[in-house]
């Protein structure tokens, strides 16, 4: 009776928009979580969230080759369809999951038509040119398709967040909703790019990353800030032999630079050998 009861739930995997559109078609209360799979605890607080707020939750699993601008970068995302599968299968309620095929997704050969404010080409969108057009891009195809009332994104990607919500939310009757960034026991940020580093370098960036998180406390009372982790930027890139992209405290609400502890966070991104990791705290 149990084993009835558990296939007669059991989460469906779609794999073309045909599909999708007959599974979804009845229902108008949907979560959706997008992801570029390499799934982790991060990405389940999402779908958990959603399942919590909606009558039907889907996971999207693709990885957007249009908003990579390095084909090497690419080619080594960690994908694993197969243990992604096996995970999500575990989480209670979670109803489909979408692999769609690049012919899924860009099949509208038009390109939507999308511009960042210069004042948001910054952190991110500085050192990857052409990722968050090509992020924006896949949510209004993704989100055309899938039709959702609400999409759930983390905080640790903020500035993702934070363009894909003013995007989205003008465009479309869908809420985006920022959940937290959720960290393993030393501290680390949980992100898939995490899988590509073996247990030792694991440690060292986790060593890492606890003197960044540091720098919030050391903010505190620091009169400038940006100049004060200017330096620490060259200090921490010769200590821990690492290259920092950005280390910078801006305004939560417009992502302008701030020496204001209230209303900012500090954003860091940095290569760690060759994996390259963000965080914001
Ligand atoms: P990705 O698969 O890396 O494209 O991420 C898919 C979604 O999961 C994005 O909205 C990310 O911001 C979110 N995410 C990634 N890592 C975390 C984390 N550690 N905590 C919470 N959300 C996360």
């Given at each position: 009776m149990f084993y009835l009861l558990n296939i007669?739930?059991?989460?469906?995997?779609?794999?073309?928009?045909?599909?999708?559109?007959?599974?979804?078609?009845?229902?108008?209360?949907i979560g959706f979580v997008p992801t570029m799979g390499g799934i982790h605890e991060g990405h389940i607080s999402l779908i958990e969230k959603s399942i919590k707020s909606n009558k039907k939750t889907i996971v999207s699993i693709f990885v957007n080759p249009r908003q990579f601008n390095s084909v090497k970068d690419f080619?080594?995302?960690?994908?694993?369809?197969?243990?992604?599968?096996?995970?999500?299968?575990?989480?209670?309620?979670?109803?489909?999951?979408?692999?769609?095929?690049?012919?899924?997704?860009?099949?509208?050969?038009?390109?939507?038509?999308i511009k960042i404010k210069k004042k948001f080409k910054v952190l991110c969108a500085k050192f990857r040119k052409g990722h968050f057009e090509g992020v924006l891009d896949v949510m209004i195809r993704l989100t055309k398709l899938v039709k959702p009332k609400k999409i759930f994104m983390g905080k640790k990607d903020f500035q993702q967040l934070y363009l894909v919500k003013n995007f989205i939310e003008n465009e479309f009757n869908t809420k985006v909703i920022g959940c937290r960034t959720i960290r393993n026991r030393n501290k680390l940020a949980l992100s898939s790019r995490n899988f590509l580093l073996k247990q030792s370098e694991l440690n060292d960036v986790e060593k890492i990353s606890k003197n960044f998180l540091n720098l919030k406390n050391k903010i505190k009372y620091t009169k400038n800030i940006n100049q004060f982790l200017k330096k620490t930027k060259k200090d921490f890139e010769k200590f821990f032999n690492i290259k920092i992209e950005y280390l910078e405290n801006r305004n939560t609400n417009d992502l302008s630079l701030s020496n204001k502890y209230n209303g900012s966070k500090i954003f860091l991104a940095y290569y760690y050998k060759s994996v390259r990791l963000i965080d914001n705290f």
């Open positions: 007669l739930i059991q989460m469906k995997i779609i794999l073309n928009n045909y599909d999708l559109s007959k599974t979804l078609g009845p229902f108008n209360d080619n080594s995302y960690p994908a694993n369809i197969k243990k992604d599968l096996a995970i999500l299968k575990k989480i209670k309620r979670l109803d489909f999951v979408y692999i769609p095929k690049f012919k899924d997704v860009y099949e509208n050969k038009k390109k939507p038509e």
